[in-house]
């Protein structure tokens, strides 16, 4: 971690030095310190050091963007030196020559563009280029997100904790459970009021845990009445120290409904056991198309349907999601003028990882058995269908408020446009959906974003990348900053159109897998 400089009085920041050395302000480029305004903290930085965000440093009394900016190419030939400088005041290198590049072929993103704050500057790059024969223009900044969370998909049959729950990161509350989905559940975090509306640790403690999850690294969560979680992007959870390994197939009713005919024949009764629906072969209606003989079993929990059972036991990490390990304990027993000694059961979870068989003995109790080899095949299919377990993180921030002042004169020009489908908004290059009604409320999977997409300030907020693409033409309709779009090329021989804290460097980096090229497409609207 750099040395960091003070700030201008951010509580629980640093001392305010502004309020101590007036003159602070006025330094800057005079030798000891200089100013960063790239957000409200005002830091003053001296010689050598960096601001309170790590991303502005003062080098020789000039204030810099530490990180380079992130420039995508559709194809990045292997070898290809992936950090160069700009070449400020002078020629390009002939290899970074606008004239040698396809402009159709490159993008500039927002990760280490530098930022329009405060507002009334024009975005730090507003590039001019072609697509498809069209002039295009694409308009880049990274924002300061104080309206953002991550939602977080976590593919798990697993009990996390309770819906509404508190989540929390080092102690601090920083999110809550919300709506489960089909085998997932659903997390929520961060937020502006996690961020911004509790104490001062929570608001930092959130706005760490929300880098480094945009980022792409592994946070640790603990849920109230639940479970421990390890949450990375792209990778599998861990609740309580167990690596997750499969998504399920489907709850209990499906899983009876897709392999009923495979079954068929092999057993007399099958129950998935599912902490949503759990299904009972014979009573489904798959097992009657079947013409499948009733079992007689009685199970715990209350019938929906025939042959769907919800609450048979307590959510959980046992069997299918419940905190059973004894699976004959969701039977209540047998009816003993419908089941018969020798009668065949399968007891599996939704993903296949349990799986019993009995048969019942004289008495009607089921007795343990070896599985035959033509049921552990179709238990075996299961698994084989159930996905690998992934944690997903979507990022979802408004980016409505003043940061439209950095693109043009008349923000609700810029709103309107992106709702008439003129503009393609991306993050960082990747795919934003844009959701219906006001503002411009943009979700974007993070891992479709480049690598240390994101980063925060200590007012708290994230900072974001964000692209607006768009006609040329219509971005003069829109009352844009016209004065300072510059060519692809002159951009890369010059860096950002200012030279407070604009980036002092440029990575190539390979348009992720999947993404569409963001220039030319039409965008993802709600
Ligand atoms: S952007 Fe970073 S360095 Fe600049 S004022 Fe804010 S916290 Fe300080």
């Known amino acids: 971690m750099t040395e960091h400089t003070k700030t201008d009085g951010l509580p629980g920041i640093d001392m305010p030095l502004a309020a101590a050395e ?33 991303r502005y440093a003062n080098r020789g009394g000039a204030l810099v963007r530490v990180d380079p900016v992130v420039l995508l190419r559709r194809t990045l030939e292997s070898g290809a030196p992936e950090l160069v400088p700009f070449a400020t005041r002078a020629e390009a290198p002939a290899e970074w020559s606008g004239d040698l590049l396809r402009a159709d072929e490159v993008f500039v993103t927002g990760v280490g563009s530098s930022t329009t704050y405060p507002d009334y500057k024009p975005a730090p790059f507003i590039v001019a280029s072609q697509a498809r024969g069209v002039d295009m223009v694409t308009v880049v ?13 976590i593919d798990t049959d697993r009990f996390l904790g309770p819906e509404q729950a508190n989540i929390r990161c080092k102690g601090e509350v920083v999110g809550h459970v919300t709506t489960a989905e089909y085998g997932s559940q659903m997390l929520s975090l961060g937020g502006v009021h996690h961020l911004t509306g509790g104490s001062k640790k929570e608001g930092r403690v959130t706005a760490e845990m929300m880098q480094l999850l945009g980022n792409k690294r592994a946070v640790e969560l603990s849920i109230d009445g639940g479970s421990q979680v390890v949450v ?50 014979t009573e489904h209606q798959a097992g009657r198309c079947l013409d499948m003989r009733r079992s007689g079993i009685q199970m715990r929990g209350r019938k929906s349907t025939p042959g769907r059972y919800f609450q048979v036991a307590n959510p959980g990490t046992g069997w299918g999601g419940t905190d059973i390990a004894e699976p004959l304990s969701i039977i209540e027993g047998w009816n003993p003028e419908v ?67 950095g693109v043009t004169d008349n923000p609700v020009r810029l709103t309107r446009a992106i709702k008439q489908a003129l503009v393609n908004v991306t993050c960082g290059g990747a795919p934003a959906y844009v959701w219906p009604g006001g503002g411009i409320t943009v979700m974007a999977d993070v891992m479709r974003m480049p690598d240390d ?19 040329l033409q219509d971005y003069r309709l829109l009352g844009g900053h016209m004065e300072y779009v510059r060519p692809l090329g002159e951009v890369l021989r010059r860096g950002a159109w200012h030279d407070d804290g604009a980036p002092t460097a440029l990575r190539w980096a390979r348009n992720a897998a999947g993404n569409p090229w963001p220039l030319g497409q039409p965008p993802l609207l709600g």
């Open 453 to 471: 997409s994101f980063g925060t300030v200590p007012t708290p907020a994230i900072v974001a990348p964000i692209e607006f693409s768009m006609a």
């Open 22 to 54: 007036p003159a602070a302000r006025d330094v800057r480029g005079a030798g000891a310190k200089v100013e960063c305004n790239a957000c409200p903290v005002l830091c003053q930085i001296s010689e050598g050091r960096t601001g309170a965000c790590d």
């Open 339 to 405: 089941a018969w000694p020798g009668l065949r059961l399968l007891m599996t979870s939704t993903t296949g990882e349990h799986a019993n068989w009995y048969v019942l003995d004289e008495a009607l109790q089921p007795v343990e058995q070896a599985m035959p080899a033509a049921v552990r095949a179709v238990v075996e299919r299961i698994g084989e269908n159930c996905e690998p377990s992934l944690s997903t993180v979507l990022f979802l921030g408004g980016a409505g408020g003043s940061l439209r002042a």
């Open 141 to 153: 900044t990274e924002g300061i997100f104080s309206y953002c969370g991550f939602k977080v998909k």
């Open 232 to 281: 990375q992007a792209g990778r599998a959870p861990i609740v309580n120290g167990v690596e997750e390994q499969r998504m399920r197939v489907g709850c209990g009713s499906a899983t009876i409904g897709i392999f009923a005919k495979q079954l068929l024949g092999h057993v007399d009764e099958v129950v998935v056991v599912d902490d949503h629906i759990t299904g009972v072969l």
